[in-house]
DNA sequence: ATGTAAATCAGTATTTCTACTGACGGACCT
DNA sequence: AGGTCCGTCAGTAGAAATACTGATTTACAT
């Protein structure tokens, strides 16, 4: 089997280096290497491919927007992509845009050879991260208003169910002061109750 | 690097393909292959041992309980399971207590052998259908099958941090169905409290 | 037809949480 | 020395949630 395959980075060393990685493996056929995202849509237009390697970061399109104008343009297209992002969003985008293999770079060698050839198998592959990541359920990366320390720490008792008597115990605090503390985490998370705690918890990984 | 492996299956024929699978490659050493998972967890107490390859369906144990314990008695042990569910809810038990690869029965040889060495690499391996449950489950509920439409419906407002009057008033019946279903939901989801139904609802995707 | 499960509703009691107002000492910064 | 934030605590009140007891109707399958 001959795996025509598309190489796109923005560092011509990288190019280089995925390539004589494939060179370890006959089946694949590398057939261009671009540094833009522009360029590979251009030639996977123009040429019928069956692999892209990409790498997420790019001057003129990010790697999400290239995977879904390539899927679009050809749903059968493996795609691999590169990247050190370990963000759950960046993530979730990418595997629901369909792409076949998430390689951090931080392995790259010998996990992106096996990547490549479970995908080319037509299986999927994640770097061990991001299969945590998977397991785990996805939440945002996102900065939320600044809760103190104190703060903190109430909220992730009562992600354990614990009721506010148990935490004042817990922290050897008077109940009145839990009380103030949950007062003060709704205002802040602009919440009008403890489900809405529990959700700031978790769009904001205090799990 | 030798890696001790244990071969679990209760059909002799199936573990005499696995071993002749692996005798393709050296670094892989069986160490034994029994036919029960008592019989399993026997030699993973008296040997240290890197892989066990085990069937889920067997007649003294199922595959999820023996992964468990094994985990519990050996937790750096590698573990890859051969099963022909595709069942969410199986699947998703199995990668929550924590093993390292998945294979469908259907597929065995060619991806057995990329599973195990991906995993002697310390990477994780699923079937490329697993791998589809699991991104389903990032984006789509997966729903725990006790609960019935009507809980559901009440925990998915719940959500949306509205009070059982308000659930009420937008469920058109009394305040007092939506407490005894709140009531049903936290007995169901083994929880204390609002809390932990929030929790549930994360972990089932109900968001 | 009989049984099981779901969905609905009620009373009573207790616990927990939320809302409001107000306060005090300490740390830190200017 | 004064301002601000943090962490601590209090009283009073009411709203909401949980714990227990039950019950009826409908629907569906054996």
New binding site residues.
């Given amino acids: 089997m001959n795996y025509k395959t598309l190489l796109v980075d923005d560092h011509a060393i990288v190019l280089d280096g995925l390539q004589s990685l494939l060179s370890e493996d006959q089946d694949f056929e590398v057939i261009a290497k671009v540094n833009s995202g522009n360029f590979a849509l251009a030639h996977i237009r123009s040429t019928s491919l069956s692999l892209m390697i990409t790498d997420y970061s790019m001057p003129d399109m990010n790697g999400l927007e290239l995977v879904r104008q390539a899927k679009s343009m050809a749903p059968d297209l493996k795609i691999i992509v590169l990247s050190m992002h370990e963000d759950g969003q960046v993530v979730q985008d990418l595997l629901l845009a369909g792409i076949d293999g998430y390689v951090l770079k931080k392995y790259t060698h010998q996990e992106l050879l096996q990547a490549v050839r479970v995908v080319k198998q037509g299986g999927q592959y994640w770097s061990p991260e991001i299969n945590k990541i998977l397991i785990r359920g996805i939440s945002k990366a996102e900065e939320g208003p600044?809760l103190?320390?104190?703060?903190i720490e109430v909220l992730k008792l009562l992600m354990q169910e614990l009721?506010?008597?148990e935490i004042a115990g817990k922290?050897f605090?008077?109940e009145?002061?839990v009380?103030?503390?949950?007062?003060n985490l709704?205002r802040k998370t602009n919440s009008?109750?403890?489900v809405g705690l529990v959700k700031y918890a978790y769009a904001n990984k205090l799990v």
Avoid: A
């Avoid at 103190?148 to 703060?151: G, K, N």
């Fill in positions: 600044n103190t320390d104190r703060e009721t506010s008597k922290l605090i008077s009145r002061t009380e103030t503390h949950r007062k709704l009008s109750g403890t």
